[in-house]
């Protein structure tokens, strides 16, 4: 029998997580982190650095590192709030908003496919499940932690 460390192993194997290069668009190669950090801005309006940070339970410093390189790519604009010049709201270019909703197609297309092979049922009780082990992960004393050697 696997086990349940085994079992997200593998999984995260064929999510493509481990690559590199999780996406290509357009000439643009993009990191598991680039891709989040572009759907974070994507699903949110005009988000703060902070707030995209903390969402993604990354620290400040790596997460500045991640939106200097889109900005350098001409995905992401980093504009300073009006009222506190010490915060910095995040939105995507014409470029960026591309990028976000190819990847968001193609993702999209895989599970999809990966799905149709399995029931209607099996499907629901799946997302149901990632459900409510996303929210006990959520509540453990160890969310969004780096593993302590």
Known sequence: METPRE?????????GLLNKDC?????CNLSAAQSHLLYEIYRSHNP??????ETLGTDITTFSRQVQSLVKMNLVKKTP???DRRVYTLSL???GKMVATTIDQQMNEYLNEAFSH????EVETLLRSIKLFNEAMGKSSNCCAPVKG
């Open 81 to 83: 709030d009006p009222t």
């Open 118 to 121: 399995m029931s209607e049922f």
């Open 93 to 95: 270019t014409p470029e």
């Open 23 to 27: 996406c290509s668009v357009g000439g």
């Open 7 to 15: 079992l997200f192993q593998i999984m995260t194997r064929r999510l």
């Open 48 to 53: 703060s650095m902070q707030q995209v940070a």
